[in-house]
T-cell receptor, first 114, second 114 residues
């Protein structure tokens, strides 16, 4: 089983719908992240959380919200999806003891907004 | 501003040829450097990292990268590539230590042809 699990893996939705992407991890890491990948743009950080009570905006947080339900769970919501949010979304984890910030990624959630 | 530049978006090579994927970062006193690989339809996996010590770091599948502080570069090399090396490669830099986040380059697609 994967250490970092994302659901759903694929989702097609319509403009204006609310969407939630979920991430759970069994690595015991305290830090969790949501990234967005677009062709030619690399990975861009949406939100990150260093522990359950800590939520921080990343580079491109507009139009997104997150919830850290437990140390092992971090969900990403799109309150009203729009077509330019069509992308591949990655959840990642890290351990504060890894001072360099090495990330461990899930398999990704492909979201298409029509 | 802190940035990571991958100079080539696509690199086509023939099997058994050498390859170099270039990565430059904006100058900083202290950085941690990473290369991640993304095989088709998969998440990102750590390929190798430089934290400190020897400036030449190696992966288990024959890749190596050299930290060059004066050139602010961390180029990835392999003397002889295989078809199975076809993937997208991302350079990432942590400028902030234990409180920092990884900043990713835009990626280089390596295509190995028979």
């Amino acid at each position: 089983d994967a250490d970092v699990t994302q659901t759903p893996r694929n989702r097609i939705t319509k403009t204006g719908k609310r969407i939630m992407l979920e991430c759970s991890q069994t690595k015991g890491h305290d830090r969790m992240y949501w990234y967005r990948q677009d062709p030619g743009l690399g990975l861009r950080l949406i939100y990150y959380s260093f522990d359950v009570k800590d939520i921080n905006k990343g580079e491109i947080s507009d139009g997104y919200s997150v919830s850290r339900q437990a140390q092992a769970k971090f969900s990403l919501s799109l309150e009203s999806a729009i077509p330019n949010q069509t992308a591949l979304y990655f959840c990642a984890t890290s351990d504060f003891r890894l001072r360099a910030g090495e990330l461990f990624f899930g398999e990704g959630s492909r979201l298409t907004v029509l | 501003a802190q940035s990571v530049t991958q100079l080539d978006s696509q690199v086509p090579v023939f099997e058994e040829a050498p390859v170099e994927l270039r990565c430059n970062y904006s100058s900083s006193v202290s950085v941690y450097l990473f290369w991640y690989v993304q095989y088709p339809n998969q998440g990102l996996q750590l390929l190798l990292k430089y934290l400190s010590g020897s400036t030449l770091v190696e992966s288990i599948n024959g890749f190596e990268a050299e930290f060059n502080k004066s050139q602010t570069s961390f180029h990835l090399r392999k003397p002889s590539v295989h078809i199975s090396d076809t993937a997208e490669y991302f350079c990432a830099v942590n400028y902030g230590g234990s409180q920092g986040n990884l900043i990713f380059g835009k990626g280089t697609k390596l295509s190995v042809k028979p």
